[in-house]
Structure formats: structure tokens, C-alpha cells
T-cell receptor, first 117, second 117 residues
């Protein structure tokens, strides 16, 4: 079946602009995660959704970052007033579910490479 | 706090050599999962294995094998008879189930494996 898809694959924007990054999880997966990967580093957790609600947004770096998942499927990561330091690859992953006491395998999308000039 | 250390930044081997990638983790949780992912040059993270903290049996899958030792908090990954297609960055990751957000992955910084002819 289809894997996790992310659009766009590349996004170049200017400092101060607003961007939206989209993630379409694997069909039937109720848990969705966003990570950010800087050059030469491992992915860092940003936020996770179980269904429509953000169950943990402790990884969001500041209030310029926001994510939604209104119907429990597609998610959008929104970044306001972008800064050069936001440049990174933004990865989305999904899993069957995510409950305390259970860790289903996360399957990752190809990522969106964001460049802020 | 959870932490994953991959001390080997880069490893170069000649095809057909065996190679071991080290992973050391820190956690206060008694219940956790460990993962290995592969990130080829295309950029997409590919799931390789998931192991829970109660299962210390080593696992073999084709040319891949994993050695989990709770006594040393290590989860090492060995590729036997390496091939050029194994060239990638390999990430070890940890998920705590009782004290952390279920399924939130904490990644190491990765080990870049270069296999040459």
C-alpha cells in the first residue's frame, strides 16, 4: 500500500514568510508525528497526534510553530515568520496507534526540505 | 532523561567486510523500545528493527543481526558481508513507554556507513 507522503518535497522561502508543510499518513494509522532533522543530526521530535488531537507538542521550539490534524488523517505543520534557523528537513511519520505502554513502529515519509533565505 | 549515543560518526569498509554499528542508550524507564532505521542518500528513513526491553534475544535477518545487552545498555547492529547498497546513515532510536510520551522517538546522531568496491 501507499506509504507516508509529504508535500512539497522542497520549499524555499524568504525570512519572515509563512509556510505550510503537509503530511498524508498511511491509511488506517491513527498516530502521526512530526520531526525535524538538521544537517548531520538525527531527527528531533516536534509533535504527535493521536487522532485529531495533539497529544504531545513538547518538541515545538516556539509559538511560531503550529500543527493541525482536523479530520484525524492529513496533518499540516505551519511555521509563521520563518527564520534562517528553521531551515531543515521536516519529517512526518505515522503508526497504527500510540498509547502509553505501547510503541508501534513509526513509518516515515520522504520529508520536506525547507530552506529559509 | 532519555539519550542515545552513536559514537561512530563515519565508518568506511570494503565490500564483503563485516561491520558493527554501536548504539548505547540511557533511560530511567524499565519498559522501552529500541529501533534501528536506515537513511539512504535518497533521504527517506527506512525501518529495520524494533526490540522491546524485555526481549534480549539476539535477532538475525539475512545479513543483518542485532545484539541487545541490557547490562551494558547497548543495542549494536552488525552487517555481515557488506555490500555497496548498504551505504547509508544508520540511526538508533529509543522510545520510553512509562515516563515518556509513548512512541516519541529519541534518535542518536547516526553513523554514516560507506561501503566501497
Amino acid at each position: 500500500g501507499a506509504g507516508v507522503s509529504q508535500t512539497p518535497s522542497n520549499k524555499v522561502t524568504e525570512k519572515g514568510k509563512y509556510v505550510e508543510l503537509r503530511c498524508d499518513p498511511i491509511s488506517g494509522h491513527t498516530a502521526l508525528y512530526w520531526y525535524r532533522q538538521s544537517l548531520g543530526q538525527g531527527p528531533e521530535f516536534l509533535i504527535y497526534f493521536q487522532g485529531t488531537g495533539a497529544a504531545d507538542d513538547s518538541g515545538l521550539p516556539n509559538d511560531r510553530f503550529f500543527a493541525v490534524r482536523p479530520e484525524g488523517s492529513v496533518s499540516t505543520l505551519k511555521i509563521q515568520r520563518t527564520e534562517r534557523g528553521d531551515s531543515a528537513v521536516y519529517l512526518c511519520a505515522s503508526s497504527l496507534r500510540s498509547d502509553r505502554g505501547r510503541a508501534d513502529t513509526q513509518y516515515f515519509g520522504p520529508g520536506t526540505r525547507l530552506t529559509v533565505l | 532523561a532519555q539519550k542515545v549515543t552513536q559514537a561512530q560518526t563515519e565508518i568506511s569498509v570494503v565490500e564483503k567486510e563485516d561491520v558493527t554499528l554501536d548504539c548505547v542508550y540511557e533511560t530511567r524507564d524499565t519498559t522501552y523500545y529500541l529501533f534501528w532505521y536506515k537513511q539512504p542518500p535518497s533521504g527517506e528513513l527506512v525501518f529495520l528493527i524494533r526490540r522491546n526491553s524485555f526481549d534480549e534475544q539476539n535477532e538475525i535477518s539475512g545479513r543483518y543481526s542485532w545484539n541487545f545487552q541490557k547490562s551494558t545498555s547497548s543495542f549494536n547492529f552488525t552487517i555481515t558481508a557488506s555490500q555497496v547498497v548498504d551505504s547509508a546513515v544508520y540511526f538508533c532510536a529509543l522510545s520510553e513507554l512509562n515516563t515518556g510520551t509513548a512512541s516519541k522517538l529519541t534518535f542518536g546522531t547516526g553513523t554514516r556507513l560507506q561501503v566501497t568496491l
